[in-house]
């Protein structure tokens, strides 16, 4: 079995062991982070599904590290699933994968047995999607700083729409069952909008993620043209996870990293 290189290492994140664990560390310790490095791993396994952005760390890292502090104070969950929107347009409406992932920290073991178990439908087994796809791959080295190995599942949405967010989440709730089991769901918000429309449009999208309201957040995108990119794969968690209120951990857009004119929106949520 071949292993997915990685794709975004030197671009989206440091290319070496080194430099990417130093660069996970800043984001824990930056101004937008949670201000420190986890340190106590929990037991209580009560999160089951984040949103998480996918920009490179050096814009939307600090973002990410507070979904990712919260679910090790919560406990390593048996099971990853990793949801994430299709950039390139490459593979199936909706490819899961059963090739292991690959990053400067290590090797992310595909539980191939959960993988082949979710392909039904609208899911195909399709490596060739998750060949380039970034939205997948940033959220891999995170998991591997907090957890020497991890046992995970892919899927690549190339199609986003209720019914389709609907099937998936349907059918992770299905395969997860029995297994302790968190669902990640890779998005950024608005983007390339200026920063008073950004954080307008993007707390409409977050309210109705807030209300656990996945069909309510496929309209509010739909009327308020909301350019969030992995909206399909935040329904499938919100109905996979199975979860009551989300819990809104921190927003901040690219542009309170840098002074832009035209930013992009980053928020990290939990849902127990």
């Known amino acids: 079995m071949m292993v997915r290189k ?23 310790l930056h101004d937008l982070g949670p201000g420190k490095i986890p ?60 090739q ?23 899911i195909e087994l399709n490596n ?16 591997q700083y907090l957890w020497d190995d991890i046992n995970m599942v892919p899927l690549s949405f190339n199609i986003q729409n209720y019914r389709t967010a609907k099937e998936v989440g349907e059918k992770i709730r299905k395969v997860s069952q029995g297994k302790e ?3 990640i769901a890779s998005t950024d918000f608005s983007h390339y909008v200026i920063q008073e429309t950004a954080k307008k449009k993007d707390k409409m999208a977050i ?3 807030l209300e ?8 509010t995108i739909q009327k308020e043209n909301i350019s969030m990119c992995g909206y399909a794969p935040v329904m499938a968690m919100m109905i996979g996870s199975g979860g009551s209120k989300g819990k809104l951990l921190k927003y901040a857009t690219s542009g309170d990293i840098m ?8 928020a990290s949520l939990s849902f127990e």
């Open 181 to 183: 089991t968190l669902v």
């Open 39 to 98: 340190k106590n791993e929990g037991k209580l396994h009560n999160i089951k599904g984040i949103v998480s952005p996918h920009a490179g760390y050096a814009y939307s890292g600090p973002i990410a590290a507070h979904a990712y502090k919260e679910v090790y104070e919560d406990g390593k969950p048996e099971l990853f699933i990793i949801l994430g929107p299709n950039h390139r347009g490459m593979g199936a409406s909706v490819s899961v994968s059963d």
């Open 212 to 219: 656990n309201d996945p069909k309510g957040l496929f309209e």
């Open 100 to 122: 292991d992932f690959q990053t400067p920290l290590g090797t992310a073991k595909v539980d191939k047995e959960v993988a082949n178990q979710l392909v039904d439908g609208v």
């Open 6 to 28: 990685p794709a975004v290492a030197g671009q989206f994140y440091p290319g070496s062991e080194k430099s990417l664990r130093k660069k996970i560390e800043e984001c824990f």
């Open 128 to 143: 060739t999607a998750h060949m380039g796809e970034h939205s997948l791959e940033v959220q891999i080295p995170f998991l």
């Open 207 to 209: 309210d109705k993620i």
């Open 259 to 266: 002074a832009m004119r035209e930013v992009v929106g980053y």
